[in-house]
């Protein structure tokens, strides 16, 4: 069985940046691609970045392209989400999950974490 757990958000101010971290148990984040994926109010899920299982391939949304940096520390069973020069829009609660990143950058979830909430204010 697999559980992620996922960490580091809160309220910040418009330009300020946050760490998210998916901590994960289980076989599978070592041999699973690990994706994060936003939400917010009214909104559909949408994905933000995902990292094949090496840590080698790293794939973004075009939303947060030069702003995002999704890396993975295998020792600590743990993928972490950068985000640099938050927006009011990044409002949304984001989740991790495990599942396959495929060469194309399209990421296709297996299992989901709980979510952690982060709030832009302008």
């Known amino acids: 069985q697999v559980q992620l757990v996922e960490s580091g958000g809160g309220l910040v101010q418009a330009g300020d940046s946050l760490r998210l971290s998916c901590a994960a148990s289980g076989r599978t984040f070592s041999s699973d691609d690990i994706g994060w994926f936003r939400q917010a109010p009214g909104k559909e899920r949408e994905f933000v970045a995902g990292i094949n299982w090496s840590g080698a391939t790293t794939a973004d949304a075009a939303s947060v392209k030069g702003r995002a940096t999704i890396s993975k520390d295998n020792a600590k069973n743990t993928v972490y989400l950068q985000m640099n020069s938050l927006k009011p829009e990044d409002t949304a609660i984001y989740f991790c999950?495990?599942?396959?990143?495929?060469?194309?950058?399209?990421?296709?979830?297996?299992?989901w974490g709980q979510g952690t909430q982060v709030t832009v204010s302008s």
């Open positions: 999950a495990a599942g396959t990143l495929g060469y194309n950058g399209v990421f296709y979830p297996t299992y």
